[in-house]
C-alpha cells in the first residue's frame, strides 16, 4: 500500500493518507481491461485512505456517471472516454476529474485539493485532467474537444 506524502487537515486526523492497491487495481481494471467505464473515488470518513465508491460498466453512459457524482461533496473520478475523431478515427482517452462542487463543505474542498496531485500520479495513464465545480466544467462537449485536440 503506498502513502501519500502529505499531513491530513488537523483536529485528531491520521497523518497520511493511503492509497490502496485495490483502488490502483479499479483504474487498471479501466484502464488495461476496459471493464469499467469510470471509476468514483472517496477519501473515506476517518481521512485514512482513498477508496472506490463506485464503479460503472462499460455500457454506461457519460449522464449514468456524472449522476454518480454528490451534488455536495468531493470526489475524485477517472472517465474512460470513446469517441470517434475529427477525422473519423475510433480512439479512447481516459479524464481524471476532480470534482468539488461549491455546495461542498470547506474542509473536504481543502482536503481533497491537498491530495489531488499526489493521488493523480498515482494513477498512470491519465490522458487529461480536470478541475470541475459545477456540471458545465465537465460537460460531455468539454471532454470530447480537449480529446479531439491530440
Excluded at 493521488?119 to 466544467?137: K, M, N, S, W, Y
Amino acid at each position: 500500500m503506498e502513502v501519500l506524502g502529505f499531513a491530513a487537515m488537523g483536529g485528531g486526523s491520521p497523518a497520511w493518507i493511503d492509497v490502496p492497491e485495490r483502488s490502483k487495481s479499479a483504474f487498471m481494471e479501466l484502464k488495461r481491461r476496459k471493464v469499467h467505464r469510470y471509476v468514483i473515488f472517496k477519501i473515506d470518513d476517518r481521512r485514512e485512505e482513498i477508496v472506490v465508491e463506485k464503479t460503472g460498466s462499460p455500457g454506461e453512459s457519460y449522464d449514468d456517471f456524472t449522476a454518480s457524482l454528490p451534488a455536495d461533496d468531493c470526489r475524485y473520478a477517472v472517465y474512460d472516454l470513446d469517441f470517434v475523431s475529427d477525422d473519423n478515427c475510433r480512439k479512447s482517452k481516459i479524464f481524471f476529474i476532480s470534482w468539488s462542487p461549491s455546495d461542498s463543505r470547506i474542509r473536504a474542498k481543502t482536503i481533497y485539493a491537498v491530495s489531488r496531485n499526489q493521488f493523480r500520479h498515482e494513477l498512470d495513464g491519465v490522458h487529461f485532467e480536470i478541475q470541475a465545480t459545477d456540471p458545465d466544467d465537465m460537460d460531455f462537449e468539454v471532454l470530447r474537444v480537449r480529446a479531439n485536440r491530440t
